[in-house]
């Protein structure tokens, strides 16, 4: 009796050591959900909840409530499914990649390609701009080395264009995440068995066939899980690098729906047209997860949730 | 005549061989210099002749070396500053970050703990959703967390996927090591301090980098939630500089105006001001980076276990 009372209070002791951290998660997590309520008033930041109006379903309908909203939504939405499906179309590239650096067997330098190419995976995005804003410049690396070769000669304006936007935009995305996505792939190429090529050595497969059947099979997997995720988060390319590349030339194209609710928020005070699209976006996000989990649950035997 | 067949064979494979390799070294030769040369570019404008650098003359090496244009930045009103804050908040964040992922990575692990699975779930659950930034925003300034240096703080100590990381370490350590402390009458704390602790620590150093990296390069936050200059951090007075450079080379150039071509070579311009920021701001993760690629890589092979 006395030791179970005694179990009993260690496993109260212990939930209650955590419960700081808890009310943590709830206060950041899951009380900005409650947030979601502004999306049926008609909010004015500095009133409080209570005095504003109930509204019902007014700011969902104002989404697409005349054909300047319908066309402007329309157009975030083109360049929301332009950027992910860019990304989707080119996903298979950090795969080649890998398989490429996996053919370098020279240790020594591998390690430093290996090195450099990671490296901008750990930079902001305005770390990038920057980058991007000084070599693309017209007094820039770029435009100083196109001209100083006679191929052009006025500055091309690389950043103050609406010309192919979306494929910078991509660009700069994998600039930025290629090589340490590539690296993702070195990890799971690890574990194939030194065995297995070696036999197929003495069986007299080539390189390519080695690459063919069995290194990309192995990376199959990965692969895989990579685009059911992309998938997943197709509407979410976040703000960031599309917030420090926006200007007024490219606003049209660049606008994706994850800063569109920024700046009709933080730009024009629309709150609470801003929290109804999260609200839409979360829910179509929501389905997408289930869809894309259950087909991995189909294809591999297992989720990723 | 077979002996002539096999060689061929062998000719056509190590043509096919050398060909893969080549392809592999000019293609990786080429992303890696893509990757390496804005940043060595950039590097290689701030020390130089700050009048060929804005004119784009300076490609390749070093054109009139000189140091001036990291004395003249100290002058950049708030970049000190913005300094501290983002020192700061990386050293602070990191720490409670990581001592909570610790932590909790052990207590989650604890089968005697009440409801155990329950709270697991509440948190790894926080990974597949959010509110959206707006409802984000406006908690946190009911919290009075906007203009508020602990805005930077108090969201990101909780952090799934870190918590996750680290159960998965802990639960790879023999159970035989905890069950022995129990015997020996440790408690739950105990446990915690003096055995895991010490255990985990590669896991540890590998958060730590991953927090630590995320927390130096937070930008929207301060976005959302600052308007006083007093908190801005060194990314975000780095994008101001970038859209703004060309006002703040007045201030830092000295009242004399001579126009020796000496002075022109060391007077700040929109581009030096603006290339030096970048190289100061990208400097730790430049650093830092090359050692700690190993447990970066450790870290991704865990999430890659898990996932």
């Known amino acids: ?305 | 005549m077979i002996n002539s067949k096999t060689k061929k064979k062998k000719m056509k494979v190590s043509m096919e061989d050398r060909i893969i390799t080549i392809v592999s070294y000019v293609i990786y030769t080429l992303f890696a210099f893509v990757c390496f040369y804005p940043f060595y570019y950039i590097f290689i404008n701030s020390l130089s002749a700050n009048d060929l650098s804005e004119k784009g003359k300076v490609l390749f090496w070093i054109k009139g070396l000189h140091f001036k244009n990291y004395i003249d930045i100290v002058k950049v009103p708030g970049l000190f500053n913005a300094l501290k804050i983002s020192l700061a908040r990386t050293v602070i964040g990191t720490t409670l970050t990581v001592a909570t992922a610790a932590f909790l990575g052990y207590m989650f692990t604890r089968e005697t703990m009440w409801k155990r699975k329950l709270w697991y779930r509440l948190v790894v659950a926080t990974m597949y959703f959010n509110a959206g930034i707006i409802p984000w925003y406006i908690t946190m300034r009911n919290l009075g967390l906007t203009n508020n240096f602990w805005g930077y703080i108090f969201p990101n100590i909780v952090a799934p996927f870190y918590i996750v990381l680290c159960k998965t370490y802990v639960e790879s350590v023999p159970k035989e090591l905890q069950q022995a402390a129990e015997i020996d009458g440790a408690g739950t704390l105990r446990i915690f301090w003096q055995i895991m602790l010490p255990v985990i620590q590669p896991i540890l150093a590998t958060v730590a980098i991953f927090s630590a990296v995320n927390q130096w390069n937070s930008f929207q936050d301060t976005l959302l939630l600052v308007t006083d200059p007093k908190l801005h951090t060194l990314q975000f007075v780095l994008y101001q500089y970038i859209t703004q450079a060309t006002s703040l080379k007045a201030l830092v150039n000295s009242t004399s105006t001579s126009s020796s071509i000496a002075a022109l070579a060391t007077a700040q311009t929109a581009t030096s001001i603006r290339m030096t920021v970048t190289v100061v701001v990208v400097t730790p993760i430049v650093f830092v980076y090359p050692f700690f690629q190993k447990f970066f890589i450790k870290g991704i092979m865990i999430g890659a276990v898990k996932g």
């Open chain 1, 1 to 305: 009796m006395k030791v179970k009372d005694r179990k009993k209070a260690r496993s109260y002791m212990e939930f209650l050591y955590i419960v700081p951290f808890l009310i943590l998660v709830l206060l950041f997590s899951y009380y900005p959900l409650y947030g979601w309520v502004y999306a049926f008033f008609d909010y004015k930041p500095p009133f409080p909840l209570s005095a504003d109006r109930f509204v019902g379903f007014k700011w969902f309908k104002s989404i697409v409530d005349s054909p300047t909203k319908i066309s402007q939504i329309l157009k975030v939405l083109r360049n929301t499914f332009a950027m992910s499906g860019l990304s989707l179309l080119f996903s298979w590239v950090p795969m080649a990649l890998a398989i490429l650096l996996n053919e370098i067997k020279q240790k020594t330098y591998r390690r430093i390609v290996q090195t450099v190419t990671t490296l901008p995976n750990f930079i902001s995005w305005v770390l990038v701009y920057s980058i991007a804003f000084n070599v693309l410049s017209s007094t820039g690396a770029v435009n100083s080395i196109l001209m100083n070769l006679g191929l052009i000669d006025t500055p091309i304006m690389f950043l103050q264009s609406s010309k192919h936007v979306w494929f910078r935009m991509w660009l700069w995305l994998t600039w930025k995440n290629a090589g340490w996505a590539a690296i993702m792939y070195i990890a799971a190429l690890s574990g194939i068995d030194e065995e297995m090529n070696e036999a197929a050595r003495i069986d007299g497969a080539s390189r390519i066939q080695i690459i063919w059947h069995i290194t990309l099979p192995s990376l199959m997997p990965t692969y895989f899980v990579l685009v059911m995720l992309n998938l997943a988060n197709f509407l979410s390319n976040g703000m960031e690098q599309y917030y420090v590349f926006q200007n007024s030339f490219n606003k049209e194209y660049i606008q994706v729906l994850d800063l569109y609710v920024y700046n009709i928020a933080m730009g024009n005070g629309g709150y609470s047209l801003s929290v109804a699209i999260s609200i839409l976006k979360s829910i179509v996000s929501l389905v997408l997860l289930c869809v894309t989990n259950a087909l991995s649950k189909l294809v591999r035997g297992e989720g990723f949730i």
